[in-house]
């Protein structure tokens, strides 16, 4: 159980590290100076939902995460190509950071369907909501810039 509880966080961990980095990059590629600092926040959201994370894995005895994941990196790189092939409109990088953030929603409710002590539950539960949040904001950007043009 221990062991499972460990490799579920560390799981999650890879997902917030790799959403700030996706972040990051979005920040670096989109005009939009207001959108640039929304990602910017959500990067910072995720720094903090990782350090969050690792004190959980460290309380239980674990090893945290401290790469992110490999899918993660080739979607990053994958943004990189696509976007010098199509040009890095805002509505593409947004694009592209919706898609992300569908992975960390499975990522998390993945993680929720599993039994899990209550405080690692509510943690991850509220952390959940953060991510949805993250995709739903990103999502009604990429609507509104969609209109816009």
């Known amino acids: 159980m221990k062991d499972d509880v460990i490799s579920t966080l560390n799981n999650l961990i890879e997902t917030c590290k790799d959403g700030e980095e996706g972040f990051k990059s979005c920040a670096e590629d989109i005009s939009d100076t207001q959108l640039k600092q929304s990602f910017l926040a959500f990067a910072a959201d995720c720094a903090k939902a990782d350090q969050e994370l690792k004190a959980l894995v460290i ?3 674990g090893n945290p995460e401290s790469k992110s994941s490999m899918s993660g990196t080739l979607h990053r790189r994958w943004i990189d190509i696509k976007t010098a092939i199509m040009g890095k409109g805002d509505e593409a990088v947004l694009n592209e950071c919706e ?3 569908d992975v960390a929603v499975k990522s998390y409710r993945r993680a929720l ?4 002590p209550l405080d690692v539950k509510a943690v991850i ?3 959940y909501r953060g991510v949805r949040q993250h995709h739903d904001a990103i999502k009604n950007l990429r609507d509104h810039v969609r209109t816009a043009t």
């Open 99 to 101: 898609r992300g953030e």
């Open 125 to 127: 539960e509220r952390q």
């Open 113 to 116: 369907e599993k039994d899990l």
């Open 59 to 61: 309380a239980r005895g």
